[in-house]
């Protein structure tokens, strides 16, 4: 029921910008923790941005300084602004949201991926 769908990816030329979005909907919950993930084919899915439960937020070294991870609550809507872009970047980018519902636990959901290409 719940669900979270991702927009934003493209191509992009090199030095250039992206915003990718991930909402959720099909329930009543606040947003616990988040995640943004990418996976470039023949490689290990990898975590790029992050902010978790406490609120800390975390980058991976090579996205650092370039990319901001950001969320709206009331839109129960998660962002990934990508500026500086590099042709190693290229990859499916995935969110995850850990969800908090009204009895108090939580659950991890993937969005379906979308597909960033940085050209040289």
């Known amino acids: 029921q719940v669900q979270l769908v991702e927009s934003g990816g493209g191509l992009v030329q090199a030095g250039g910008s992206l915003r990718l979005s991930c909402a959720a909907s099909?329930?009543?919950?606040?947003?616990?923790?988040i995640g943004w993930y990418r996976q470039a084919p023949g490689k290990q899915r990898e975590l790029v941005a992050g902010?978790?439960?406490?609120?800390?937020?975390n980058y991976a070294d090579s996205v650092k300084g370039r990319f901001t991870i950001s969320r709206d609550n009331n839109k129960n809507t998660v962002y990934l602004q990508m500026n500086s872009l590099k042709p190693e970047d290229t990859a499916v980018y995935y969110c995850?949201?850990?969800?908090?519902?009204?009895?108090?636990?939580?659950?991890?959901?993937w969005g379906q991926g979308t597909q960033v290409t940085v050209s040289s």
């Open positions: 902010i978790n439960s406490f609120g800390s937020i």
């Open positions: 995850n949201l850990d969800l908090r519902f009204a009895s108090g636990r939580t659950y991890q959901y």
């Open positions: 099909g329930g009543t919950f606040s947003i616990n923790a």
